[in-house]
């Protein structure tokens, strides 16, 4: 099985610095860019040319990957994607556009950036109720933003909230570190489900509810993941009563999702939780079974429970993953929708964030052989 993870993990890896044909099941014909928006179809989500979300997504899976990649040169790489993208003109700040530095932080050539960016994070995101960070995107001019008022999304806890942590770590700052422990319990308790202990993509302030009530299976995969990983990053700064509650959230997530959304005959999440008539979703499967094993790492889950189940989801994803590395079955972006149906209607196609989330899941599976 070793060799298997491995031989996929290398692919998967190259296929991700090379991911330039869009490819897809959706036919561009005759649509307008918002209708191709509305499937899903962002050209700037494809490859790893631009500075965005599936691109910071790209280079956290890298930094997590990199110990087990043979010829990845990756300090240098970092630092070229890095300075192409500094001459190439970085896009407004929002949420989104944060993600890049969750993995950039790491290294002396963007602290300076890093350190403009978290003043604006701290100083100047627009902020919802309760003060959650609001989660504006790129507007189709990457200049401005397209406004997402009193909107928290799952989303944010993994494109700014690992930033967030990071830092208050790097540079032993108090407030950031609580800052990172206030929205990763704000996006729990607003986005948690209290029926299925699952999550729902976002939440409104303004309508005080979480618009289509749609169970998405890639919005789980961002909590499921993003919680260990936060509580790794903060470590002992993260006292034992919250550390416990939030991972009372954590593993009732994961039972719920295995017990009552888990397809038993294809051992794959469909991209809407509960309809088994849309499609199974790679992304969010591989996210998921990420978190499970990161959890079951770290002792927050028991091996022996859970670990079975989760060698037959790795093998499930593994078979979406062709001899060229392409991860298969990959719903493109996705803002929030407010139908099961509109979740159904995003397009499969080949994306930077699903090699990376696929990537998380071989690294860190890697580690039980």
């Given at each position: 099985?070793?060799?298997?993870?491995?031989?996929?993990?290398?692919?998967?890896?190259?296929?991700?610095?090379?991911?330039?044909?869009?490819?897809?099941?959706?036919?561009?014909?005759?649509?307008?860019?918002?209708?191709?928006?509305?499937?899903?179809?962002?050209?700037?989500?494809?490859?790893?040319?631009?500075?965005?979300?599936?691109?910071?997504?790209?280079?956290?899976?890298?930094?997590?990957?990199?110990?087990?990649?043979?010829?990845?040169?990756?300090?240098?790489?970092?630092?070229?994607?890095?300075?192409?993208?500094?001459?190439?003109?970085?896009?407004?700040?929002?949420?989104?556009?944060?993600?890049?530095?969750?993995?950039?932080?790491?290294?002396?050539?963007?602290?300076?950036?890093?350190?403009?960016?978290?003043?604006?994070?701290?100083?100047?995101?627009?902020?919802?109720?309760e003060r959650g960070i609001q989660h504006d995107v790129t507007n189709r001019d990457i200049k401005y933003l397209t406004l997402n008022p009193e909107e928290i999304w799952a989303d944010t806890l993994i494109m700014t909230n690992l930033f967030i942590a990071k830092m208050g770590v790097l540079y032993n700052n108090d407030e950031w570190k609580n800052e990172a422990i206030y929205q990763m319990l704000l996006h729990t308790k607003y986005l948690h489900d209290e029926k299925t202990n699952a999550y729902f993509h976002g939440w409104t302030f303004k309508d005080r509810n979480h618009f289509?009530?749609?169970?998405?299976?890639?919005?789980?995969?961002?909590?499921?993941?993003?919680?260990?990983?936060?509580?790794?990053?903060?470590?002992?700064?993260?006292?034992?009563?919250?550390?416990?509650?939030?991972?009372?959230?954590?593993?009732?997530?994961?039972?719920?999702?295995?017990?009552?959304?888990?397809?038993?005959?294809?051992?794959?999440?469909?991209?809407?939780?509960?309809?088994?008539?849309?499609?199974?979703?790679?992304?969010?499967?591989?996210?998921?079974?990420?978190?499970?094993?990161?959890?079951?790492?770290?002792?927050?889950?028991?091996?022996?429970?859970?670990?079975?189940?989760?060698?037959?989801?790795?093998?499930?994803?593994?078979?979406?993953?062709?001899?060229?590395?392409?991860?298969?079955?990959?719903?493109?972006?996705?803002?929030?929708?407010?139908?099961?149906?509109?979740?159904?209607?995003?397009?499969?196609?080949?994306?930077?964030?699903?090699?990376?989330?696929?990537?998380?899941?071989?690294?860190?599976?890697?580690?039980?052989?």
């Amino acid at each position: 099985m070793k060799e298997i993870l491995l031989d996929k993990l290398e692919k998967v890896y190259m296929k991700l610095l090379d991911l330039d044909d869009v490819g897809g099941n959706y036919d561009n014909s005759g649509k307008d860019d918002d209708q191709l928006e509305k499937i899903g179809v962002f050209k700037r989500d494809f490859g790893m040319e631009q500075w965005d979300w599936p691109q910071g997504v790209g280079l956290l899976g890298l930094s997590i990957a990199k110990d087990y990649l043979e010829n990845a040169n990756y300090d240098q790489f970092m630092r070229e994607w890095f300075e192409q993208r500094m001459e190439q003109g970085l896009p407004c700040k929002n949420v989104n556009t944060t993600a890049p530095l969750i993995t950039l932080v790491d290294f002396d050539f963007a602290q300076a950036l890093s350190l403009e960016w978290m003043d604006w994070v701290m100083n100047h995101a627009n902020r919802t109720e309760e003060r959650g960070i609001q989660h504006d995107v790129t507007n189709r001019d990457i200049k401005y933003l397209t406004l997402n008022p009193e909107e928290i999304w799952a989303d944010t806890l993994i494109m700014t909230n690992l930033f967030i942590a990071k830092m208050g770590v790097l540079y032993n700052n108090d407030e950031w570190k609580n800052e990172a422990i206030y929205q990763m319990l704000l996006h729990t308790k607003y986005l948690h489900d209290e029926k299925t202990n699952a999550y729902f993509h976002g939440w409104t302030f303004k309508d005080r509810n979480h618009f289509g009530d749609v169970l998405w299976c890639r919005g789980n995969a961002w909590m499921t993941i993003g919680i260990p990983l936060t509580l790794d990053i903060l470590g002992d700064f993260v006292t034992d009563g919250i550390k416990e509650y939030i991972l009372g959230f954590y593993r009732n997530q994961i039972d719920s999702l295995l017990n009552n959304f888990l397809d038993k005959d294809e051992f794959m999440w469909r991209t809407v939780l509960t309809n088994p008539e849309s499609y199974v979703e790679t992304s969010g499967t591989a996210g998921i079974v990420a978190g499970i094993l990161l959890g079951i790492e770290r002792g927050y889950l028991e091996k022996d429970k859970y670990f079975p189940l989760c060698e037959k989801i790795i093998q499930a994803v593994l078979s979406y993953i062709d001899d060229n590395g392409i991860v298969g079955n990959v719903s493109a972006g996705t803002p929030i929708q407010m139908t099961e149906q509109e979740y159904m209607d995003i397009v499969i196609a080949p994306m930077g964030y699903g090699q990376a989330l696929t990537l998380v899941m071989l690294s860190v599976a890697l580690q039980f052989y």
